[in-house]
């Protein structure tokens, strides 16, 4: 299921020769037309939706992917069809929300070689609690906001990315964008709050994607590079902090969308219920928090070793398989097709491990916990009719199209 998308880099907005950060060489300059697996796109819509440390179910697990199926008319490129297009106010913010994160993080992560994907607003309350910081205000919404993601390649350098999605043209997607200002407005303004050390300081994006609609203009996505300002700093002896705020958000969405909902909790928030959590004020709130901590400890190890999950990808991941019969049939590639399998599976050498200890206060690395080496570069394969999404060697997740 192959839709092209024009992808424009505006380099004009990189700082030029010299300065940081350089223009990336994998990157084109001006605007390419862009091969991309729609599947492929629905689960990386599925990894990024899916919460890092709240509890309850995920709305973004199954349901979006089998909707957003039949979002897509029979075209080329990507285009929604005019009964999506017509939905209300409320669900078009939606889908053009997650649309306006998976297609870009798709495309950065084939450019970037990215290893870890994280939430912006989790990195942002876990790393300023670690560091014994006091927390700037992460608004969710407006110029104050974290923001979507941090994202760090397999060189060790990160990148912080700010997505916007319409499906109103490209008028109000380049207000999205924003600008310098003053006052710095639009993705622009969220994209500022975070700032890596020398040497570990890569991209600053904002992407915008203007989602065509069924007889419309076809679907157009765009990078530029801002100036930050005014950021949340990351000093180079807080990086470890950084990269384990990193792994604990990639380790958690993995055991989520496995199906280990306890123990991603534990993973993201080992110290208590909000990654932001550490130590009590008085004797008898910290005593609480230990109560809290151990019982959710347990409730986790017995997830980790009883709960039943199927064996997957050869047997050597655990997790789960779900089918799901389409409300109507799409037609791909003059096929019709009426049903979609889902897979999703975490490493099992991982899983046993964990039983073990499922709750690590220190950083992981400090831990020697070998789970950590699983986790490497993200890559997503896809053909016609499927897509598999790989996170090192600890999860898998695949997506099959059938009639």
């Known amino acids: 299921m192959i839709k092209t998308i024009s992808v424009e880099v505006m380099d004009a907005t990189w700082p030029g020769p010299g300065n940081v950060p350089a223009f990336p060489r994998s990157f084109h300059r001006g605007t390419q037309i ?16 899916t919460p890092t440390s709240s509890t309850g179910v995920s709305l973004s697990e199954f349901w979006a992917w089998v909707r957003y199926l039949s979002a897509v008319t029979p075209d080329p490129d990507l285009r929604l069809t005019s009964s999506f297009a017509d939905l209300d106010a409320h669900q078009k913010t939606i889908l053009s929300d997650d649309f306006g994160m998976g297609a870009p993080l798709l495309w950065l992560n084939e450019h970037l070689d990215l290893d870890r994907i994280v939430d912006g607003r989790y990195f942002v309350e ?3 609690a670690s560091m014994g910081a006091t927390q700037r205000r992460t608004a969710k919404r407006g110029p104050n906001k974290s923001p ?6 397999t060189s060790g350098v990160w990148h912080v990315i700010e997505c916007k999605g319409t499906q ?17 407005t639009g993705g622009v303004a969220q994209k500022r709050s975070i700032l890596f050390p020398a040497g570990y300081t890569g991209q600053r994006l904002v992407s915008g994607l203007q989602i065509g609609v069924e007889a419309g ?11 930050p300002e005014k950021p949340f700093v990351v000093s180079e002896q807080d990086l470890e902090l950084a990269n384990d705020a990193a792994t604990r958000c990639v380790m958690s969405k993995a055991l989520r969308l496995s199906g280990y ?6 993973t993201a928030s080992p110290f208590g219920r909000r990654p932001s959590e550490r130590y009590g004020y008085s004797k008898k709130l910290e005593e609480q928090r230990v109560q809290e901590v151990n019982d959710r400890n347990e409730r986790a190890r017995d997830e980790l070793k009883n709960r039943e999950r199927t064996s997957l990808f050869g047997e050597h991941f655990l997790g789960r398989e779900q089918h799901f019969a389409l409300p109507r049939s799409v037609i791909v590639d003059d096929t019709p097709v009426s049903r979609v399998v889902v897979r999703q599976g975490l490493n099992e050498d991982a899983i046993k491990e964990m039983q073990d200890r499922p709750t690590i206060e220190e950083t992981i690395s400090e831990s020697g916990a070998e789970w950590e080496a699983k986790i490497g570069r993200s890559m997503l394969k896809s053909e016609e009719r499927s897509a598999t999404m790989t996170i090192g060697s600890v999860f898998r997740s695949e997506m099959i ?3």
């Open 217 to 227: 203009n076809p679907s157009h996505l765009t990078f530029i590079d801002p100036e």
């Open 168 to 184: 109103s043209g490209r008028e109000y997607g380049a207000r999205q964008l924003g600008n310098a200002g003053p006052p710095p």
């Open 401 to 403: 199209l059938e009639k």
């Open 261 to 266: 909902e306890t123990s991603a909790e534990v």
């Open 34 to 49: 862009w091969d991309i697996n729609f599947p492929a796109m629905l689960l990386m819509i599925g990894y990024l939706t």
């Open 148 to 153: 979507d993601f941090v994202a760090r390649d």
């Open 126 to 128: 876990y790393v300023a």
